[in-house]
């Protein structure tokens, strides 16, 4: 079953991102309590602190609805995990988070579009060329083994935003799929893990061969991610 989540949604501030910033915990602490003893005995996340993450109405505005995630740390909230909880509709049109692309740029394989049929013509993960990307508003949206990600971010109580892709605002996508819950992982956290240039990946479940649980697991820079088969550290890349 999924963890009940008894924290109030934190008031967003403006947005501004910061490595160091001191966070305050006034997020809430929980136990990862067995779902119907399909996972006997302890998880390694019962210590963990989390908090909800929203979603962004527009590109610049951050709302107040569920974005069905969880930002969860255990000794340090700059080294977190993020959890998928549940799976809700995305409150945002998503075509508006979706940038114009310059179609003169090398290699572009649509120009406007009318090019992509029910997609959408924008730029390529690099700003180098254009690409038509599908954009959904839920589950329902994707091909199976998706799900579907909203644009969101966490609100630290310092008001600063961390989204999980390295722009902080990022048209909804399906991404590869494992679990849409904590359901769909007999006991374990469903979690989105990170790709090698900070950009959101897909979802996964977390099971007991995992060699991490959150980025603070994992030596200098280095993030807890998922690599097909297990949760283990990840080095990073320069991808800009």
Not at 91 to 99: I, L, N, Q
Not at 118 to 127: E, F, L
């Amino acid at each position: 079953m999924p963890r009940p989540n008894h924290c109030a949604p934190l008031r967003p501030g403006p947005k501004w991102r910061a490595a160091s910033l001191f966070l305050t915990v006034l997020a809430c602490g929980r136990g990862h309590a067995d779902s119907a003893g399909d996972s006997p005995g302890p998880t390694g996340f019962e210590s963990e602190t989390c908090a909800p993450v929203v979603q962004y109405d527009a590109p610049d505005t951050l709302g107040t609805a569920d974005a069905g995630l969880e930002y969860c740390w255990n000794d340090d909230p700059f080294h977190p995990r993020w959890a998928r909880t549940s799976a809700p509709a995305c409150t945002g049109d998503g075509a508006a988070f979706v940038p114009e692309c310059d179609a003169t740029n090398p290699g572009a394989t649509c120009s406007t579009d009318a090019d992509c049929g029910t997609d959408q013509c924008t730029n390529d993960a690099y700003g180098t060329s254009c690409v038509c990307q599908h954009v959904c508003d839920s589950d329902d949206d994707c091909a199976s083994g998706e799900s579907c990600l909203c644009a969101s971010g966490y609100v630290t109580p310092g008001g600063s935003v961390l989204s999980p892709s390295a722009s902080t605002a990022f048209a909804p996508a399906c991404l590869p799929s494992e679990c849409r819950s904590d359901a769909d992982c007999a006991g374990e956290p469903c979690g989105l893990y990170i790709d090698m240039c900070q950009n959101a990946g897909g979802f996964a479940c977390h099971t007991r061969a995992d060699t991490c649980r959150w980025d603070s697991d994992c030596s200098g820079a280095n993030i807890c991610s998922f690599d097909g088969t297990r949760w283990g550290c990840l080095e990073l890349a320069s991808c800009e």
